[in-house]
């Protein structure tokens, strides 16, 4: 582990304690992992805390877990990751936290701690379904609002449940069935089961 990342991850030891779930470094990058219970106010600590100072809330997204490493995962399905940045210590964190309520998932907002959260909490909860305690404006905000589901969820037809148009004779936006056949739109030769596979007899030829 790298000194900078070394000075880091002692900081958040001291400053955090047993708020720490996990404290995992991948590919140079530090990720936290918290309880729920716990998030809002690791939140705030990690933004205020002198050894810490992540002025900056970069990113935040959902993810759904429940086809993760093809079905093994045996953990909670719904997680909310945010990506911070210290303008003060020039580094960053990457925080996890799981709900704990597969089919309510609800974690608390951090608009209070970071006020851009705001519009990527309302991204995770359209996309998601995941509720954020204490938003002030929880509603969607890149599809219609009469859409029916979460288009990111795992198990979210690909193809929709209803399409909308504009009905001239009405006048109005309506709703109804989808009337797109479904199709494979995954390019042929990345379907095939045995692709890159040599014919029988044949020998590769190093270039």
Partial sequence: ?????????????????????????????????????????VCRTLRDHADLRFEQMIDLCGVDYSTYGDGAWEGPRFAVVVHLLSISH??????????????????????????????????????????????????????DYGFVGHPFRKDFPISGTVEMRYDSEQKRVIYQPVTIEPREIIPRIIREDNYGDLPAGAQRVNQ
């Fill in 90 to 143: 020039n580094w960053r964190l990457r925080v996890r936290v799981f709900a704990p309520d597969d089919d309510f998932p609800v974690v608390d907002s951090i608009t209070s701690v970071w006020p851009v959260a705001n519009w990527f909490e309302r991204e995770a909860f359209d996309l998601f379904g995941i509720i954020f305690t204490g938003h002030d404006d929880l509603r969607r905000i890149l599809t």
């Fill in 1 to 41: 582990m790298s000194t900078k990342l070394d000075t880091l991850k002692g900081a958040l030891e001291r400053a955090l304690g047993d708020k720490i779930v996990r404290l995992d470094e991948l590919l140079g990058e530090l990720t936290l992992v918290v309880k729920p219970t716990d998030y809002l106010e």
